[in-house]
């Protein structure tokens, strides 16, 4: 079946631009999670969810971040008034249930800021 | 959230030399997963363990979970050019994302 997507592959956009990412899960997967890596850095955990369960935000580094998801399946993330340490690769992940099991990652979105 | 810390940063061996990473944390952890991300790539699962004092093996790759379940570490025996990337521990934080290390980036050379 197919793996987790993402869009765009790349963004470049201007300091204070919002933008929004996005992430198709593997059908059936009920968890799903947004990391964030910076060049040569490890991931950096931004957001979870868990079927309709409220989201874990704890990772979100400031209230410009915001993600949901719809349905249970597709997530977006966004970023408001868009900062140059903004700049990343930023991951989605799926798995069949909550923690404990496989994460399989989406290819990212790099987003550069200028 | 438990953190682990993984050592080395980087390791350049010749190939056919063997490579461990280890990942390390302060507290007992649940369970630990290992991925590996190829340069340009994605993390890619490669394993999870959950037992005190868990082996587990993969053709070349061995892993393995402490006694404490307080660390763990990777082996690879003679490196091929293949195993080039990063090598990621995550252990995860009371059931919900998992905590990534840092990682170890292996350069092997023909």
């Known amino acids: 079946g197919a793996g987790v997507s993402q869009s765009p592959s790349n963004k470049v956009t201007e300091k204070g631009k919002d933008v929004e990412l996005r992430c198709d899960p593997i059908?059936?997967?009920?968890?799903l999670y947004w990391y964030r890596q910076s060049l040569g850095q490890g991931l950096e955990f931004l957001i979870y969810f868990q079927g309709n369960s409220a989201p874990d935000k704890s990772g979100l580094p400031s209230d410009r971040f915001s993600a949901e998801r719809t349905g249970g399946s597709v997530s977006t993330l966004t970023i408001q008034r868009t900062q140059q340490e903004d700049s990343a690769v930023y991951l989605c992940a799926s798995s069949r249930t909550r923690a404990y099991n496989e994460q399989f990652f989406g290819p990212g979105t790099r987003l550069t800021v200028l | 959230g438990q953190q682990v810390m993984q050592i080395p940063q980087y390791q350049h061996v010749q190939e056919g030399e063997d490579f461990t990473t280890y990942c390390n944390s302060s507290t007992t952890l649940s369970n630990i997963q290992w991925y590996k991300q190829r340069p340009g790539g994605h993390p890619v699962f490669l394993i999870q363990?959950?037992?005190?004092?868990e082996v587990k093996k993969q053709k070349r790759l061995t892993f393995q979970f402490g006694e404490a379940k307080k660390n763990s570490s990777l082996h690879i025996t003679a490196t091929q050019t293949t195993d080039v990337g990063t090598y990621f521990c995550a252990a995860s934080n009371s059931g919900y994302a998992l905590n990534f290390g840092k990682g170890t980036s292996l350069l092997v050379t023909p």
């Open positions: 059908s059936g997967h009920t968890a």
């Open positions: 363990l959950v037992k005190s004092g």
